[in-house]
């Protein structure tokens, strides 16, 4: 019954990520204009590089560690420490270097630093906990909001 639970969730949420940007895009355009929206777009390639960085897969891995030791609550918290301990440090890199780049940059700082809470945002995103447990209720209703 889990498992039906889990791909339920699954399907509605992906069937929200599609209809949320067909209703959200065309108004968007009208604010921001042809312009706004590429320098918009532009600037968060950029950053996600850095979210992407900063996460350098430990997401799959925490969700795999902690579906080994998601029977023993002892070992699950020190993995759970263990992989949001290591996150949070690839994050923190991520943001320094993310600096760094901001100072060699000498455009768009405004909507650079308004997308930097992104980077910020992974450090503390415990999705691949939740999935490792197979509790993915949490993690769809979280996306929701």
Same mark, same amino acid.
């Given at each position: 019954m889990q498992i039906a639970k889990n791909y339920l969730y699954n399907a509605i949420y992906q069937v929200f990520i599609i209809i949320v940007p067909l209703l959200t895009i065309p108004y968007l355009s009208r604010i921001l204009g042809p312009s706004?929206?590429?320098i918009?777009? @532009?600037?968060?390639?950029i950053v996600q590089y850095f979210v992407l960085f900063g996460? /350098?897969?430990v997401g799959l891995y925490g969700n795999r560690q902690i579906a080994f030791v998601r029977d023993n609550q002892v070992k699950m918290s020190k993995v759970f420490y263990e992989i949001f301990i290591l996150r949070l440090f690839t994050i923190c890199?991520?943001?320094f270097l993310f600096v760094a780049f901001l100072i060699i940059n000498g455009q768009y700082h405004?909507? @650079?630093?308004?997308?930097s809470i992104a980077i910020v945002a992974a450090a503390?995103? /415990?999705?691949?906990?939740f999935m490792g447990i197979e509790n993915f209720k949490v993690t769809v209703l979280r996306n929701f909001i």
């Amino acid at each position: 019954m889990q498992i039906a639970k889990n791909y339920l969730y699954n399907a509605i949420y992906q069937v929200f990520i599609i209809i949320v940007p067909l209703l959200t895009i065309p108004y968007l355009s009208r604010i921001l204009g042809p312009s706004g929206i590429g320098i918009n777009s @532009y600037t968060n390639s950029i950053v996600q590089y850095f979210v992407l960085f900063g996460s /350098i897969g430990v997401g799959l891995y925490g969700n795999r560690q902690i579906a080994f030791v998601r029977d023993n609550q002892v070992k699950m918290s020190k993995v759970f420490y263990e992989i949001f301990i290591l996150r949070l440090f690839t994050i923190c890199l991520a943001y320094f270097l993310f600096v760094a780049f901001l100072i060699i940059n000498g455009q768009y700082h405004a909507y @650079y630093l308004s997308q930097s809470i992104a980077i910020v945002a992974a450090a503390f995103d /415990i999705s691949w906990f939740f999935m490792g447990i197979e509790n993915f209720k949490v993690t769809v209703l979280r996306n929701f909001i």
